[in-house]
């Protein structure tokens, strides 16, 4: 269930009227996390950072408000609903924000898409969801569900977080968690009766992008990034919690994490442009052996995107296994070099606890692969998200430049002479097409900064 705009506060925050959630929360029931998304915080780029485990590209922000975009979708592309549908074998079904529908093609079994258009509309928007939440739970051909309301997102254009509306409208939304969580707990119920090993149903609350002060998105400010993310299983025990649900704002992790978590979780491939890192809390629940399987498949796939990217070799062979055996990794400065070191020690480490059993090493791989994960983690995000800023800047000064010289050339023919040179003429074609460019790509620069009234 994505709530669009669901920011920390409206769910772990003190003014929350989102109860039934928080009493799953403090009682252990649900494991709330907050997921730092990364700018542009609108819906598309962060559907793509949620389905693909990395970071979309600023383009994707203007292609985000051009609805009839297909060049965006990620058909050719690998994704968890591509691996969830084709290697897990689950019937996907979407309600709501029909983004998803022009992102994922071919991959919907049943649809009914909500546009994020009409912006004035809060409360349509979100029945028009609802009232396919029972019917559709309650048939049994379902493998993946997704619910996308629009309305809160909604509320925040219009009203800011602190609107009248927005108190009502998370009491609608935390009634809809109810009756998922009923209908699923009823369901698994009756599975495990039929076949005591079968597994329970995974339950995800989440937004997608944050808000600011103001109720807008689009940018990097703490409101815009921070957003909710709330896992349900029958099967896990998370454990009742001594600390406040405020606790919760602060317990952040990267949004690209989900990716790898719910593929790990389902048993099917990482996609292959991951740079997120699994969620510990949630594979601590698997047995040592496992747990370390999905650390290495993770490290696997990471470390092979970084050997893509970088001038590092794909494999790692027992040469640099031995190489860095009695080395610590601590003293290595070169990035590469630190990451060949914990991967090697990850190895190292997991094959003395398959042939031992000892905790000390299951202890050890894990906080190694933990360690390589997180260094590759961020030494990705950064190299992926490194705009030049001075190269956009100085275009844009040359922009204007071109602009000023364009109507200084105007003004000269006008006024002082009467007759155009050759080479006044070039330069004024030259010009005027420099000009146009800058008019067009003007407002798409100002939509960037501050994204007008869509989702
Ligand atoms: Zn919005």
Same mark, same amino acid.
């Given at each position: 269930?994505?709530?669009?705009?669901?920011?920390?506060?409206?769910?772990?925050?003190?003014?929350?009227?989102?109860?039934?959630?928080?009493?799953?929360?403090?009682?252990?029931?649900?494991?709330?996390?907050?997921?730092?998304?990364?700018?542009?915080?609108?819906?598309?780029?962060?559907?793509?950072?949620?389905?693909?485990?990395?970071?979309?590209?600023?383009?994707?922000?203007?292609?985000?408000?051009?609805?009839?975009?297909?060049?965006?979708?990620?058909?050719?592309?690998?994704?968890?609903?591509?691996?969830?549908?084709?290697?897990?074998?689950?019937?996907?079904?979407?309600?709501?924000?029909?983004?998803?529908?022009?992102?994922?093609?071919?991959?919907?079994?049943?649809?009914?898409?909500?546009?994020?258009?009409?912006?004035?509309?809060?409360?349509?928007?979100?029945?028009?969801?609802?009232?396919?939440?029972?019917?559709?739970?309650?048939?049994?051909?379902?493998?993946?569900?997704?619910?996308?309301?629009?309305?809160?997102?909604?509320?925040?254009?219009?009203?800011?977080?602190?609107?009248?509306?927005?108190?009502?409208?998370?009491?609608?939304?935390?009634?809809?968690?109810?009756?998922?969580?009923?209908?699923?707990?009823?369901?698994?119920?009756?599975?495990?009766?039929?076949?005591?090993?079968?597994?329970?149903?995974?339950?995800?609350?989440?937004?997608?992008?944050?808000?600011?002060?103001?109720?807008?998105?689009?940018?990097?400010?703490?409101?815009?990034?921070?957003?909710?993310?709330?896992?349900?299983?029958?099967?896990?025990?998370?454990?009742?919690?001594? #600390?406040? @649900? %405020?606790?919760?704002? !602060?317990?952040? &992790?990267? *949004?690209?994490?989900?990716?790898?978590?719910?593929? =790990? +979780?389902?048993?099917?491939?990482?996609?292959?442009?991951?740079?997120?890192?699994?969620?510990?809390?949630?594979?601590?629940?698997?047995?040592?052996?496992?747990?370390?399987?999905?650390?290495?498949?993770?490290?696997?796939?990471?470390?092979?995107?970084?050997?893509?990217?970088?001038?590092?070799?794909?494999?790692?062979?027992?040469?640099?296994?031995?190489?860095?055996?009695?080395?610590?990794?601590?003293?290595?400065?070169?990035?590469?070099?630190?990451?060949?070191?914990?991967?090697?020690?990850?190895?190292?480490?997991?094959? #003395?606890? @398959? %042939?031992?059993?000892? !905790?000390?090493? &299951?202890? *050890?791989?894990?906080?190694?692969?933990?360690?390589? =994960? +997180?260094?590759?983690?961020?030494?990705?995000?950064?190299?992926?998200?490194?705009?030049?800023?001075?190269?956009?800047?100085?275009?844009?000064?040359?922009?204007?430049?071109?602009?000023?010289?364009?109507?200084?050339?105007?003004?000269?023919?006008?006024?002082?002479?009467?007759?155009?040179?050759?080479?006044?003429?070039?330069?004024?074609?030259?010009?005027?097409?420099?000009?146009?460019?800058?008019?067009?790509?003007?407002?798409?620069?100002?939509?960037?900064?501050?994204?007008?009234?869509?989702?």
């Amino acid at each position: 269930m994505l709530v669009d705009a669901l920011r920390n506060d409206f769910v772990f925050g003190d003014k929350s009227e989102m109860h039934f959630t928080r009493s799953l929360l403090k009682s252990g029931k649900a494991m709330g996390f907050t997921a730092r998304a990364t700018a542009p915080t609108v819906t598309m780029p962060r559907v793509k950072a949620l389905t693909t485990g990395t970071v979309p590209s600023f383009l994707d922000a203007v292609l985000n408000i051009a609805e009839s975009d297909t060049s965006s979708s990620l058909a050719h592309y690998d994704n968890i609903l591509w691996q969830l549908k084709h290697q897990g074998k689950k019937k996907i079904n979407l309600f709501g924000d029909d983004t998803w529908i022009r992102l994922f093609p071919g991959i919907f079994s049943r649809t009914d898409g909500t546009s994020s258009f009409f912006v004035t509309d809060t409360v349509e928007v979100d029945t028009n969801v609802t009232r396919n939440v029972k019917p559709e739970l309650l048939r049994n051909d379902w493998g993946v569900t997704i619910f996308h309301y629009l309305g809160l997102d909604h509320i925040g254009h219009l009203g800011g977080p602190d609107s009248p509306l927005m108190g009502p409208k998370q009491k609608e939304m935390d009634s809809v968690v109810k009756t998922i969580y009923d209908i699923i707990t009823k369901q698994d119920m009756e599975r495990k009766s039929e076949n005591p090993d079968s597994k329970s149903t995974l339950f995800v609350l989440l937004g997608d992008h944050g808000m600011n002060f103001a109720g807008n998105h689009g940018g990097s400010s703490h409101g815009e990034t921070s957003t909710t993310l709330v896992f349900m299983d029958k099967d896990m025990d998370f454990g009742p919690s001594d #600390k406040p @649900l %405020s606790a919760l704002l !602060d317990k952040t &992790l990267p *949004q690209v994490n989900f990716a790898s978590t719910i593929s =790990l +979780l389902f048993g099917v491939p990482i996609p292959i442009n991951n740079i997120g890192y699994p969620i510990m809390e949630l594979l601590d629940q698997q047995s040592g052996p496992e747990r370390l399987r999905s650390l290495q498949l993770c490290t696997h796939q990471i470390y092979k995107l970084l050997a893509t990217n970088d001038n590092v070799k794909d494999m790692l062979d027992p040469s640099d296994i031995k190489q860095f055996d009695r080395v610590d990794c601590a003293d290595i400065s070169g990035k590469d070099d630190k990451i060949i070191c914990h991967y090697a020690k990850s190895l190292v480490n997991h094959g #003395k606890y @398959l %042939s031992t059993g000892s !905790d000390i090493y &299951l202890r *050890q791989a894990q906080a190694s692969y933990q360690e390589t =994960l +997180l260094i590759t983690n961020s030494y990705l995000s950064e190299s992926f998200s490194n705009y030049n800023f001075t190269a956009m800047f100085s275009g844009m000064g040359l922009m204007s430049l071109a602009v000023l010289g364009f109507l200084f050339l105007r003004f000269w023919e006008e006024g002082w002479s009467s007759e155009a040179t050759e080479s006044t003429k070039l330069f004024r074609y030259f010009d005027q097409s420099i000009f146009w460019t800058f008019i067009v790509l003007y407002p798409t620069y100002s939509m960037l900064l501050r994204e007008p009234s869509t989702a």
